[in-house]
């Protein structure tokens, strides 16, 4: 892997960690405080499951830390891109870092010392801070012993070297550094006799009672303040940090040395993330290629288009923009009717919130179902929602205590004397910029029978009453997880008849119960059983009697593989479904899904043979989950295989 990229994949790796804290970890510590004592599935009470995480936790971070500065750090300097510590500043650099900290970071410093009159501040989740140890006393006699320096979020955690004052072609130094440098300067007459770096993570969850409140939206509104200031989950400190320090931080945060991690680098791990961007090294970033398109979207109308057969777009390998240009041209086509979408991550700069917004000034009739509780999107989703109905969209939140997670759009275009509908239907979310590292499908369709569904699935999340039969397609919370079970038992039926029998699933995680014995079952009948789970699975294959014909495999490359796609061999003729849904329960039970078969030829030897195989053919990016739930990387002599890489020849232009 490239070096920069490496730093990047560690500092996403360090992102989803403290996501894991925010709302895994507190959600745990929620249930222990609430005096919870009932086990899960795997029979381990919350407090149990709380000491394994940070058994696991502790070692994760242990190796986050030794990678970066025993290989990815060290590789940087023989790139000549370093990071210099305070003892390794030039004369100049000296100066240049004392007129930086004058002019950039002390006027904007508020340090606090801790008395009386003084409280320990209110530490924002996630921010760095410094807790400092002093001797002496203040122009007023005062002698606490102790003071906070909250850093400011506005600066970047790495600061560059001019280019004249480097002795690299890359020099940086941490804030951090600096502020140690100068910390003195901020408490004149006093010695400042430790300063070190804290960070804490605090619980992020939001709950909103639906069923109490009248508007979701402004309910929403007025939980955000607090994420900030949550329940303290946990709190990071350098490894040189003094007990007499720690123990005060703990006691003061209502912590235990559980929730301590020591860490021999900056606390913030994840605030490098910009450093791959700021230098320009394309040698230590993949090669840059441009998506594809296919042949027949090219500047051409994209309904006739559309007409003459469905469309499978494979991002990223494949452009995004056809999907951008579907929402645009409907909302300039003066014989497009209305225009009906989901909206579950889109991000603060829509493309396609714009095309929305002029649609619904365009006297259009415009729905967007908007999913307010996509987790750490909710601010945007307000402020998009916002935009939405200024404009004169109408705007709905989805069913109470089911979150909207399904991606479809819906067009309806008067056509000579009939309407004609109009879908896409996706596996990811409608998000320009994450399409570009996700690899999810889109098809574009107008099949009467999937857009007359589609328009069944928007119905049920407008209006009241009950759902109609779906003709094609399956949704959750209603036929979705029978519908599979019921496929995955007509196969283990085909197996018990000596018959040849087959299933293949790509998902992002498989932790639903039923879904799991189902798939056990059907290898204890016979049926041969690969799966493709990027994340988590619950299901342990290779276990003699019940699990010997399933396979199991992660592929993590260069994009995050989200693709949710399932065959069944059904006989020799194959069923093949995409859906934005995971084989969890609250995928299956507790959210809005769609899933779609798909029935074109053409295509559906496209997922069978790109989106299954190739990736079940991988051998330089899987890795292979034994009967005891460990991974091993997948080695051997064979002709390496890249499932990613193979993708990115066949569809991308360049």
Same mark, same amino acid.
């Given at each position: 892997?490239?070096?920069? &990229?490496?730093?990047?994949?560690?500092?996403? !790796?360090?992102?989803?960690?403290?996501?894991?804290?925010?709302?895994?970890?507190?959600?745990?510590?929620?249930?222990?405080?609430?005096?919870?004592?009932?086990?899960?599935?795997?029979?381990?009470?919350?407090? &149990?499951?709380?000491?394994? @995480?940070?058994?696991?936790?502790?070692?994760?971070?242990?190796?986050?830390?030794?990678?970066?500065?025993?290989?990815?750090?060290?590789?940087?300097?023989?790139?000549?891109?370093?990071?210099?510590?305070?003892?390794?500043?030039?004369?100049?650099?000296?100066?240049?870092?004392?007129?930086?900290?004058?002019?950039?970071?002390?006027?904007?410093?508020?340090?606090?010392?801790?008395?009386?009159?003084?409280?320990?501040?209110? #530490?924002?989740?996630?921010?760095?801070?410094?807790?400092?140890?002093?001797?002496?006393?203040?122009?007023?006699?005062?002698?606490?012993?102790?003071?906070?320096?909250?850093?400011?979020?506005?600066?970047?955690?790495? #600061?560059?070297?001019?280019?004249?004052?480097?002795?690299?072609?890359?020099?940086?130094?941490?804030?951090?550094?600096?502020?140690?440098?100068?910390?003195?300067?901020?408490?004149?007459?006093?010695?400042?006799?430790?300063?070190?770096?804290?960070?804490?993570?605090?619980?992020?969850?939001?709950?909103?009672?639906?069923?109490?409140?009248?508007?979701?939206?402004?309910?929403?509104?007025?939980?955000?303040?607090?994420?900030?200031?949550?329940?303290?989950?946990?709190?990071?400190?350098?490894?040189?940090?003094?007990?007499?320090?720690?123990?005060?931080?703990?006691?003061?945060?209502?912590?235990?040395?559980?929730?301590?991690?020591?860490?021999?680098?900056?606390?913030?791990?994840?605030?490098?993330?910009?450093?791959?961007?700021?230098?320009?090294?394309?040698?230590?970033?993949?090669?840059?290629?441009?998506?594809? #398109?296919?042949?027949?979207?090219?500047? +051409?109308?994209?309904?006739?288009?559309?007409?003459?057969?469905?469309?499978?777009?494979?991002?990223?390998?494949?452009?995004?923009?056809?999907? @951008?240009?579907?929402?645009?041209?409907? !909302?300039?086509?003066?014989?497009?009717?209305? @225009?009906?979408?989901?909206?579950?991550?889109?991000?603060?700069?829509?493309?396609?919130?714009?095309?929305?917004?002029?649609?619904? +000034?365009?006297?259009?009739?415009?729905?967007?179902?908007?999913?307010?509780?996509?987790?750490?999107?909710?601010?945007?989703?307000?402020?998009?929602?916002?935009?939405?109905?200024?404009?004169?969209?109408?705007?709905?939140?989805?069913?109470?205590?089911?979150?909207?997670?399904?991606?479809?759009?819906? %067009?309806?275009?008067?056509?000579?004397?009939?309407?004609? +509908?109009?879908?896409?239907?996706?596996?990811?979310?409608?998000?320009?910029?994450?399409?570009?590292?996700?690899?999810?499908?889109?098809?574009?369709?107008?099949?009467?029978?999937?857009?007359?569904?589609?328009?069944?699935?928007?119905?049920?999340?407008?209006?009241?009453?009950?759902?109609?039969?779906?003709?094609?397609?399956?949704?959750?919370?209603?036929?979705?997880?029978?519908?599979?079970?019921?496929?995955?038992?007509?196969?283990?039926?085909?197996?018990?008849?000596?018959?040849?029998?087959?299933?293949?699933?790509? *998902?992002?995680?498989?932790?639903?119960?039923?879904?799991?014995?189902?798939?056990?079952?059907?290898?204890?009948?016979?049926?041969?059983?690969?799966?493709? @789970?990027?994340? *988590?699975?619950?299901?342990?294959?290779?276990?003699?009697?019940?699990?010997?014909?399933?396979?199991?495999?992660?592929?993590?490359?260069?994009?995050?593989?989200?693709?949710?796609?399932?065959?069944?061999?059904?006989?020799?003729?194959?069923?093949?479904?995409?859906?934005?849904?995971?084989?969890?329960?609250?995928?299956?039970?507790?959210? %809005?899904?769609?899933?779609?078969?798909?029935?074109?030829?053409?295509?559906?030897?496209?997922?069978?043979?790109?989106?299954?195989?190739?990736?079940?053919?991988?051998?330089?990016?899987?890795?292979?989950?034994?009967?005891?739930?460990?991974?091993?990387?997948?080695?051997?002599?064979?002709?390496?295989?890249?499932?990613?890489?193979?993708?990115?020849?066949?569809?991308?232009?360049?």
């Amino acid at each position: 892997m490239p070096l920069l &990229e490496r730093l990047r994949f560690l500092c996403i !790796a360090s992102t989803n960690l403290d996501e894991f804290f925010e709302v895994r970890v507190a959600g745990l510590k929620q249930q222990v405080a609430a005096g919870a004592v009932q086990a899960g599935p795997d029979n381990l009470s919350p407090q &149990e499951v709380l000491n394994r @995480i940070s058994v696991a936790a502790h070692e994760f971070v242990d190796e986050q830390y030794c990678l970066l500065n025993d290989h990815i750090l060290l590789a940087l300097e023989q790139e000549d891109i370093c990071f210099l510590k305070r003892d390794q500043w030039s004369k100049a650099q000296n100066k240049w870092v004392r007129d930086y900290f004058e002019n950039e970071l002390q006027p904007i410093l508020s340090p606090i010392g801790l008395d009386p009159a003084h409280p320990f501040p209110r #530490i924002l989740n996630k921010s760095l801070n410094f807790i400092v140890s002093l001797k002496g006393k203040d122009a007023f006699g005062r002698d606490s012993g102790m003071a906070v320096v909250q850093a400011p979020r506005s600066l970047p955690r790495f #600061i560059p070297f001019p280019e004249e004052l480097s002795e690299h072609s890359h020099d940086f130094t941490f804030l951090s550094s600096i502020l140690h440098a100068h910390v003195e300067d901020l408490f004149p007459g006093m010695k400042v006799t430790g300063c070190y770096q804290f960070r804490l993570t605090r619980n992020s969850d939001l709950f909103v009672d639906e069923e109490e409140v009248d508007d979701l939206l402004r309910a929403l509104e007025g939980e955000l303040p607090g994420r900030r200031y949550g329940d303290s989950v946990r709190l990071e400190v350098p490894d040189n940090c003094p007990d007499k320090m720690i123990d005060f931080l703990l006691k003061h945060f209502k912590l235990n040395k559980q929730d301590l991690y020591q860490v021999n680098g900056p606390v913030n791990l994840n605030r490098l993330l910009p450093l791959p961007d700021l230098v320009n090294r394309p040698d230590l970033k993949y090669p840059s290629f441009t998506p594809g #398109i296919p042949n027949g979207l090219k500047q +051409r109308n994209l309904f006739a288009t559309i007409r003459e057969g469905d469309i499978l777009l494979h991002h990223p390998f494949q452009s995004f923009t056809p999907v @951008i240009d579907f929402v645009r041209q409907a !909302a300039m086509d003066q014989n497009v009717l209305a @225009i009906k979408q989901t909206l579950y991550r889109t991000g603060p700069d829509s493309v396609l919130v714009d095309a929305l917004v002029e649609a619904a +000034r365009s006297n259009k009739e415009v729905t967007v179902v908007i999913e307010l509780r996509a987790r750490f999107d909710e601010e945007a989703n307000i402020r998009l929602a916002n935009r939405l109905q200024e404009a004169g969209a109408h705007v709905v939140y989805g069913v109470v205590g089911y979150k909207t997670h399904a991606k479809m759009i819906l %067009v309806v275009r008067r056509e000579g004397k009939k309407l004609q +509908r109009y879908v896409h239907l996706g596996t990811g979310n409608y998000h320009d910029r994450t399409a570009r590292v996700y690899t999810d499908y889109g098809l574009l369709s107008c099949n009467k029978d999937i857009g007359e569904d589609v328009h069944k699935m928007f119905m049920q999340l407008t209006s009241l009453g009950r759902g109609a039969k779906l003709k094609k397609m399956l949704q959750s919370p209603f036929s979705l997880q029978s519908g599979l079970i019921e496929r995955i038992e007509r196969e283990a039926e085909a197996a018990c008849q000596g018959k040849p029998a087959h299933i293949m699933v790509k *998902i992002n995680a498989l932790t639903e119960l039923k879904m799991i014995h189902a798939l056990y079952k059907a290898s204890m009948a016979g049926t041969k059983i690969d799966l493709i @789970i990027r994340g *988590i699975s619950c299901l342990k294959p290779g276990v003699p009697g019940i699990s010997e014909n399933i396979h199991v495999r992660s592929i993590v490359g260069r994009f995050l593989e989200h693709t949710r796609c399932f065959y069944f061999l059904n006989g020799g003729e194959p069923e093949v479904f995409c859906a934005s849904a995971d084989w969890m329960g609250r995928n299956l039970l507790k959210r %809005v899904e769609e899933c779609y078969p798909v029935e074109n030829p053409e295509i559906k030897t496209r997922v069978i043979e790109q989106g299954l195989k190739l990736y079940l053919e991988d051998n330089t990016q899987a890795w292979v989950l034994d009967s005891e739930g460990n991974y091993t990387r997948l080695s051997g002599d064979a002709p390496p295989i890249s499932a990613q890489q193979t993708l990115l020849q066949l569809l991308a232009e360049a």
